[in-house]
């Protein structure tokens, strides 16, 4: 027969109200990082596993203590488990010179660097650009969504 | 303004985005903790970036939350199975309460969940029973059969009891 345990019923209750506000989160923000997961790979059963790893983890618990900046952490952390998931066949599969054949140049730095994961230094150096450049050219990207 | 170069540069995207390195990062976080401006900037520009991803955004199906529910408290479950440290068994010690202290728990479904291995004995003991019924009409028809044989056999001695004597 099973023996329950004596706790102390504060921390139970911290336990639950903690669980509550993983939830909570999911609801906020469920929609925004299945999106940005399914970017990175577009395998809706992948992507699912990604996303319940993601609401479940120890991180997302530690955003349900500071309120800060939350959805940029989620977007952070979706893209960081994405990209750690990825498939083999996935890992950076598209060329910078594929890739370049139908973006412009904001978009195809920014895809490259947040959804295929490249570092600033590779695009920099595959694009033949300055790693100052390539940031300003993502400035300027979100600089031109803002206005669009 | 020392480090207006901040609001133009890309940095505080790429931070958002998590695209800098730790160095860069760390000297970001300095700069945000002693400048107002950079900070504001980088408030705004996340109020932005959330649109910007709202828009991509893609319900995910029903059902994920359940799993989510799930796999916490498992996690949690697994916490609660950890055996208590020496020092917390100290601590309570310390300071005994003379109430009992349980968790409160509130049951919201109508599922509860059993360990895997109890699928493999539901399984056997399904078996089993099928085994006993299908004995157990085996063995009723093959008695009555056999008392019938017995009554047979009774009426046919008694009938040809006579003839002998």
Known sequence: MGTFKRIDSSRASQEVARETDRLLLYDRYGSLAYGVILQIIPEPEIAQTVLIDLFSSSQVLSYTEDSRQVSSKIIRLARAKALEARPDGFNKSVSIQEASVNDDMGKLVFDLSFYKGFTIEEIADKLQLSKTNVLSTIYTYFKQQRSS | ?165
């Open chain 2, 1 to 165: 303004m020392k480090n207006y170069h901040y609001l133009t540069n890309g940095v505080l995207e790429a931070y958002l985005l998590g695209l800098v390195t730790e160095h860069e990062k760390e000297e970001l976080e300095q700069v945000l903790a002693a400048d107002e401006t950079v900070l504001s900037q980088l408030k705004e520009l996340e109020t932005e970036m959330e649109a910007y991803f709202l828009r991509n955004a893609v319900p995910p199906p029903p059902g994920i939350r359940e799993k989510i529910e799930l796999r916490i408290s498992e996690t949690e479950i697994k916490k609660w199975e950890q055996p208590i440290p020496e020092d917390s068994n100290q601590k309570s010690t310390e300071s005994p309460s003379t109430e009992p202290q349980y968790i409160n728990v509130e049951v919201d479904n109508t599922y509860i969940r059993v360990h895997k291995h109890w699928k493999v004995a539901f399984i056997a003991v399904f078996i089993l029973s099928k085994i006993f019924l299908i004995a157990g009409l085996y063995y009723y028809f093959k008695a009555n059969s056999l008392e019938q044989e017995v009554t047979r056999l009774k009426a046919e001695t008694r009938q040809t009891a006579p003839i002998n004597r």
